[in-house]
């Protein structure tokens, strides 16, 4: 199957993100985050998007010119791109957060980047001893933190960049 | 028998050999024949600009009139390319006005063109005549303002989604009230516009067939512009809104007035801000139409595009959002019964999934256009059986574009790859000349690819294939192949270095996100001295060692006469 690889560069367009300053531009967004913001629910946006397989946006597909992508809309749809790095492997990816609906859009888009299966939240306090990786990110102090205990906006208020980590002796 | 014959004579027949391949033929059959050939060749295609270089263009063809370069390669539309790759039309433009050459029409695709290049070319070359810009980026409106104030016989300007930068807004006022010769002037990718100047240029340009206005200019204007204008044939429209302020009723019926007086449109695009109840305006003229493109219509859809399409009857190609959905599509399918072209875009490439036609409609088209020759169809998926029935239908294909907005997603029925539906177009359509594959692949569909698509001379390829036997079988079966485009696919240093010979009966091969070497390259390049095998490195993580056992970002590799480039920026190696 034609997957690309982990150990395989990035073509994703390096963009510089975008810090989260105010929620109306969050709010702006194509795609509808019904979630309350200012209360930091973590009601997470109806999963219109039904396929198993994770947007490959970032990834400069499918392949169309930005002027017919984009009609007459003209969006000017926020991003915010993170690095992401998996143990191991010097070279890092990219990642727009802002293209997710939630946890569990992005842990299956990070799944299929880098070919693996990774445990959070809930999860990684069950026994699955061959599931190896975990997904840490790096928080505005500097902290390593695991992904998935505080809501998805809070998240993303806070994360700098992911790391992909192996979970245990394995 | 022809060898008694003066030059004279062998150049008269070879006026009637036009196309550039038949050209290239006749040139190599003797020396007698390729020198009458190059004395007399007046259009020149080069589909590389780093395949050859000017000096050699203006040496063996002195009597060149119509110049097509072509510089970045195709994915560079898909931003796979980064800025200043290269491409730069600038040495061509100085040779050509260095030397006597009487330049009339210039074509250029997927270059680097700057105001200079703009400023050299209008005022080096007397007769100048035609100017198509395609997809090419670097100028401002000032280049501009030189070719429309120096060209004074200049009959064609024709802009097509390049990157302009919009300075003042003068340039199409620089045209001197002298300037009535003007057949062509499409202006849809800007901005910004004059109009008063705009309006004053058409009146003065009786022989105007084919104009094409940007965003800019209202629908009061377009009205005016067809008054002076009811003799084109090609007509962009721009925006097609009524202004609040104006009175509505009298504005429209002046422009249904208008239109119905435009006899002689065969093709219609534009309406990139629409007013849908401005529509009926145009539907008298909808039953002449040879080629409709509401690629950038989004506000046209549901009950207001199906009115209009039903209009169309005499439709040989069509351009279209998928907003159409898959019921609009065999409408057209009951409509447009000499349909030759379709492309079908994406209305939100990059959304959560909800792309509005599927298999059905594919279907449904081929059922009822048997003259289906050319295809681009972006959908939410495909199968198999729809492929066969597809290829059933329709034997004619020549092109074959299909983009499943996931790029591995398999026969949603039967969740098997779609291997056997791309076999059965490619061994059905025995004129296929490009195809593009999507969905889950596998190493057969390249099999059958090079059992059957003999005469294929493009394929573009993402996301497929398990092993390097795939490319393997295209690089063996496919005689006819020129361009290979392959990213995020499985195939190494195997295939690329089996057959090294046959990167020089090609024009170029792209692999990005693949599995080939550094060190591949590297012999490649060494054994092949007449391709230039271009290393794309992007990234700053310049610290890790070059070695040869690291995977290859991006691998752009041509054949050339003249060596290495010398415009390459940093970031692209040509490996020797």
Known sequence: ?170 | MMNYFPDEVLEHVFDFVTSHRDRNAVSLVCKLWYRVERFSRQRVFIGNCYAISPERLIDRFPGVKALTLKGKPHFADFNLVPQDWGGYVQPWIEALARSRIGLEELRLKRMVVSDESLDVLSRSFTNFKSLVLVSCEGFTTDGLEAIAANCRFLRELDLQENEIEEKKNLWLGCFPDSCTSLVSLNFACLKEINLVALERLVARNPNLKSLKLNRAVPLEALQRILMRAPQLVDLGTGSFVLDRDSDDSETYRKLRGTILKCRSIRNLSGFLEVAPRCLPAIYPICLNLTYLNLSYAAGIHGSELIKLIRLCGKLQRLWILDYIGDKGLEIVASTCKDLQELRVFPSDPFGAGHAAVTETGLVAISSGCPKLNSLLYFCQQMTNAALIAVAKNCPNFIRFRLCILDPTKPDPVTMQPLDEGFGAIVQSSKRLRRLSLSGLLTDRVFLYIGMYAEQLEMLSIAFAGESDKGMLYVLNGCKKLRKLEIRDSPFGDMALLRDVGKYETMRSLWMSSCDVTLGGCKTLAKQMPRLNVEIINENDQMEFAHEDSQKVEKMYLYRTLVGPRKDAPEFVWTLV
Not at chain 1, 55 to 72: C, K
Not at chain 1, 74 to 92: L, S
Not at chain 1, 150 to 162: A, D, Y
Request: proline share 4%.
């Open chain 1, 1 to 170: 199957m034609g997957r690309a690889t982990s150990s395989s560069y990035s073509s994703i367009d390096s963009n510089n993100h975008q810090s989260l300053s105010s929620s109306s531009s969050l709010s702006q967004l194509k795609r509808d985050l019904s979630t309350d913001l200012r209360l930091g629910l973590s009601i997470s946006a109806s999963q219109h998007n039904n396929s198993s397989t994770p947007r490959v946006q970032t990834l400069d597909y499918p392949p169309i010119q930005s002027l017919v992508a984009e009609g007459n809309e003209c969006n000017d749809r926020a991003t915010f791109f993170v690095k992401v790095y998996m143990e191991g492997i010097p070279i890092g990816r990219k990642l727009d957060l802002l293209a997710h609906d939630g946890y569990d859009d992005l842990i299956r888009t990070l799944d299929y980047m880098f070919n693996t299966n990774i445990l959070w939240g809930a999860e990684v306090d069950t026994k699955h001893p061959e599931k190896c990786h975990v997904l840490t990110y790096e928080d505005e102090e500097g902290d390593l933190m695991m992904v998935g205990d505080v809501p998805w906006e809070m998240f993303l208020s806070t994360v700098k960049r992911l790391k992909i980590t192996r979970a245990g002796p394995c």
